[in-house]
């Protein structure tokens, strides 16, 4: 079997193609594997170019991933102004964010590797862009939550994101964990409770949160 030559993307628009391309390979990697153990070469392989091809459009694998990240941050933003439309209450509110992390695995898992790692690999200008994608998309969800939460200010707002999004990457990680572990959980009694589902125990934990900010809160009794 012979391998099939790779045409060097020459148009601006074929540029672009090939570069979304890449993306999706990545996406659709770390969906399927998780994040960590996929290569640049694994991404080229699943994009049908030669590794050298991605190097011409990302620099390295946390560049790909780190750009997926703030993809994923504007996406959650859009879910969750959606989801949060109209007064709410801590129990509601928490479902929201919840679900709408829940919706998106991709983004979770990125979460936990985002500051550990991909911000690690990448130029201060790269880094510097995905901070400000991702302060744009903390603006849209904190101005849902003030919505539906009016006692809620912006400071907590911001607050309450930066811990639901902690959570998220933490939980994620527990509720999903390479076959060694899920062996343990599955064998072992003592370690049943660590094998949490996602969603209902984030859903818990952002009530919590939320719970806690109300009680905060100026005015609160």
């Known amino acids: 079997m012979t391998t099939p ?3 060097r993307a020459r148009r601006p628009e074929h540029k672009e193609q090939r570069r979304q391309d890449i993306l999706r390979a990545a996406a659709e990697l770390g969906r399927r594997e998780g994040v960590r153990p996929v290569t640049l070469t694994d991404i080229a392989a699943g994009a049908g170019v030669h590794k050298s091809a991605v190097l011409r459009y990302f620099a390295s694998r946390e560049a790909v991933f780190l750009l997926l990240t703030a ?5 959650w933003a859009d879910a969750a102004g959606e989801a949060l439309r109209g007064p709410g209450d801590p ?5 929201a964010l919840a679900g709408t ?14 500051q550990l790692n991909l911000e690690r690999g990448v130029t201060q200008e790269q880094v510097r862009d995905f901070k400000v994608t991702t302060l744009d998309a903390v603006d849209r969800v904190a101005l849902a939550l003030t919505t539906a939460l009016p006692w809620m200010d912006r400071g907590q707002a911001v ?17 999903n964990p390479p076959d060694t572990l899920a062996r343990l959980y599955a064998e072992d009694p003592l370690f049943a409770h660590v094998a949490s589902e996602f969603a209902p125990r984030l859903t818990r934990l952002v009530t919590l949160l939320l719970t806690g900010a109300a009680a905060a809160a100026p005015g609160a009794a």
């Open 5 to 7: 030559s790779f045409q």
């Open 101 to 114: 992390l829940a919706d998106r695995p991709l983004f979770c898992d990125l979460l936990g590797h985002a």
């Open 71 to 75: 993809d994923g941050w504007q996406d």
């Open 159 to 175: 607050d309450v994101i930066a811990g639901t999004t902690a959570m998220a990457a933490q939980q994620w990680q527990t509720s």
């Open 91 to 95: 129990a509601t509110v928490a479902a």
